[in-house]
């Protein structure tokens, strides 16, 4: 017996030991753990979440009566009265629309064709930003570098030419550089114009277009992608010594700023009324595809996350707001407005959720904030492990949080299977068939059960 | 002693039991069998083959100087043109074209824009022979259907609409039948025009073309592939109770035959030259990408299995003739003109092969012939087990060599990993970067060792 009895000893300290490495208890005071406390209502939410088709539903009606939706166009500012509409059938509280000033870039036609050595459409894309051509287009030779180097490096060719950025997908930070800034290498070694090999690590043909910029003192001159397939054959023609010319096309030009929304929603808080939880997506996309992964989704998605709640009656202690932020994708005009209008609550801000890279199936969330609100959100991240999404890492957040991120909010963004994800970005391909509803019904529990519990919880979400 | 001797008796018999069994000598008369004839051969040719990237680049130089190849197009002729050339460098023998007339159907500017329930470009191609509209169009109600069965059971509200049979993918043969007659069974029920969902398991928003026919007696409208996606979209908008109009606009028209050819050039053989194995594929391709898997690489691979013979110093007993057959795609002018130039020669064909499939991965060859034929190219086949390309399967061929089997000759056709065949079949997206030249020279390898055994090895293939 007394063996027994120092056996049982032990093994409460082992326990007790246990308890003081494991996550779940590490920053509470409280007993029970967070994630003890909401075990049953997370069971709940995805339970629920995952027997309802409505999101999407809700995403293929959204993307199929609007289509894209690029800032300035007709298309988004009727979308965005659409779901103000819905937002009100739902019975969401507080629902408004915040006026945002954004760009009013135009594409027109465009074409790039190759003259020499052949005659051959090349499909194009032109990048957000950009200037047109004159009426006549651009007709050059094309110099063909693989990087920012090889430009360098071949400078003195470049004079008159226009310069096709063949660089290979590194990923998409690497990648990206060439669209964001190519315009801007080209024309500094004196190109009449810019082209890169479409930013994507797959390609059936298939232009993306993008944001890019222009420096101060350097010569504005047109932008844009080719595909992937073309790039490498005018690499390939290049470096059998053949002599390459290609007249590009843009009517591209920039209007006045128009008026756009940014629009939101609540369940208010019973308790802290003036505590939120923001959690959304930017509803604007650019002017190809349907923007049903970038990223209708993940404002269909956060809608739904909210809309779900409401349904299943829980009302946290603090607010949950779900907000659609316009002009992410050529001004982030929506995320800077929001933390202009909602300047004075950021101290109240709790958390800010972002999701923005496809509603695909989802691992969990990116994190960016305190070690101590780390450990709260990995605890309440175990409650997701059920839907193999409870995975937090450090670092995450959205470039439309991005703005009140940088105030001090703490910030957070869905991840998801991204395998996929840049085959579709910015393209034609962007449409409702390469989502799955349960993986969009994945996508609302997570982000449900993690707006749910920060904005519940007793604790306040340290900074 | 007696025991082992016993024992070792056992073992012969059991040797000979199996060598009855075993397949490699089953058919011949000879022995050693054919495996164990032309094994060291085969190796050589394999290994040569593995190490030697110019069918890649040959096919890479092909589709990019030339682009698409279809039927009475100045592409395709210089294309030819320069494969003749390059024949002569080869050193190969009795290189010639023999004329054939092909139908030259071209297809202009088109377009399918729908104007209700709103405004959307609809990508799309022609179908290879279809009418055009006229001058202003066609615009009218859409009537969305997911099988011919369907549009039978909905006929009342099929007249003065365009159809668009949404029919899902079910494998290419179910499926291509929508392409084949859906302007028949449309216009059968007064339709105006007939649209399909591309013949295609995946998309990127990528219209497929391909070939259509029309029926005597029936009104000839207008025919064409729109995406999956839209076609999908088109579906769901229909089931939301939607009307959708669209304007089809298409300048595709017939225009009278014109020349073409079909090239050839042989090994010949040094004891029986009379006697053939022809190999070969077809050199037209669609108006679209680069023709490069369909099917330029088949071209290449068996020209370039040929030159690999020819550079081994390899001339075997029988011809060995490659042939790049003309005006597959959109009429077989080219197969059927082989068949009635070569008639009398038929007799003396010993074995067509064709490879239309990709030059992807190869898995062996499909058969079609006479069971004692199947054993003797089966342990042909075993030959390409080293390089997993060994597997022999009944039934098989081509459609060039389609005509000339109907005549008696033994047919076969290059099996390869078809996974994504189809993802680019008749596609902007056909073009040289999805095909691998690792996979390119074992195709290449294959086709060498089969052609080659089968031309030089004593038994005549019987029928």
């Known amino acids: 017996m007394a063996r027994e009895l120092r056996a049982s000893i032990c093994l409460v300290f082992l326990a007790l030991a246990l308890e003081v ?14 994630a003890e406390r909401y075990k049953e209502v997370a069971e709940q939410i995805m339970t629920v979440a995952q027997s309802d088709s409505s999101a999407y539903e809700r995403l293929t009606e959204l993307v199929d009566r609007f289509g894209h939706r690029f800032s300035g166009s007709p298309n988004l500012e009727q979308a965005l009265d659409w779901i103000l509409q819905e937002m009100e059938s739902d019975g969401l509280e507080n629902i408004r629309a915040e006026p ?3 760009p009013h870039w135009v594409r027109g036609s465009e074409s790039a064709i190759m003259l020499e050595p052949r005659w051959k459409q090349l499909p194009m894309l032109g990048l957000g930003g950009s200037v ?27 004079e008159g030419k226009i310069v096709l950025f063949n660089a290979p997908w590194m990923g998409y930070g690497p990648t990206v550089q060439y669209r964001g800034r190519g315009a801007i290498a080209a024309a500094e070694v004196g190109a009449v114009a810019s082209l890169i090999r479409s930013v994507t690590p797959y390609s059936m043909d298939t232009p993306h277009t993008g944001a890019m910029r222009y420096d101060e003192g350097v010569p504005r001159i047109p932008h844009a992608a080719l595909t992937a397939e073309d790039a490498a054959m005018l690499q390939r023609m290049q470096d059998r010594g053949e002599r390459i010319v290609v007249n590009l096309y843009m009517e591209a030009k920039t209007l006045p ?30 002017d190809v595809g349907q923007g049903a992964m970038d990223d209708g989704g993940g404002c269909v998605a956060a809608w739904e996350a909210v809309k779900l709640l409401k ?5 946290p202690r603090r607010t949950i707001r779900v907000v659609m932020w316009t002009n992410e994708e050529n001004g982030l005009r929506g995320g800077n407005a929001y933390r202009d209008a909602h300047r004075t609550e950021l101290d109240n801000h709790i958390l800010a959720i972002e999701s923005d890279a496809g509603v695909f199936e989802p691992q969990g969330f990116g994190f960016t904030g305190s070690d101590a609100a780390f450990e709260m959100v990995s605890q309440i991240g175990s409650l997701l492990d059920a839907i193999n999404a409870g995975r937090i890492t450090r670092g995450g957040g959205g470039a439309d949080i991005g703005p009140i991120m940088r105030e001090g909010v ?17 393209t034609h391909a962007d449409t409702i068939d390469k989502l799955d509803p349960r993986e969009v019904a994945l996508s609302v529990a997570a982000l449900a059960v ?7 919880m007793e604790e306040r979400l340290p900074r």
């Open 21 to 34: 490495v494991d996550s779940t208890y590490v920053s509470g005071q409280q007993q029970p753990g967070i």
């Open 100 to 102: 945002v000033m954004v």
């Open 132 to 158: 047109g051509t004159p009426p006549q287009g651009i007709t050059a030779e094309v110099l063909v570098v693989e990087s920012f180097e090889e430009l360098t490096a071949r400078a003195s060719e470049a």
């Open 257 to 286: 700023d128009v008026e756009s929304r940014n629009v939101m929603a609540e369940i208010v808080g019973h308790e802290k009324p003036e505590e939120v939880v923001v959690l959304g997506g930017h509803i604007d996309s650019w």
């Open 311 to 315: 349904r299943l009656g829980l009302r």
């Open 410 to 426: 703490p910030g957070m963004g869905l991840s998801v299977d991204g395998s996929k994800y840049f085959w579709y970005h910015h």
């Open 450 to 456: 993690m707006s749910y519990v920060v904005a519940d």
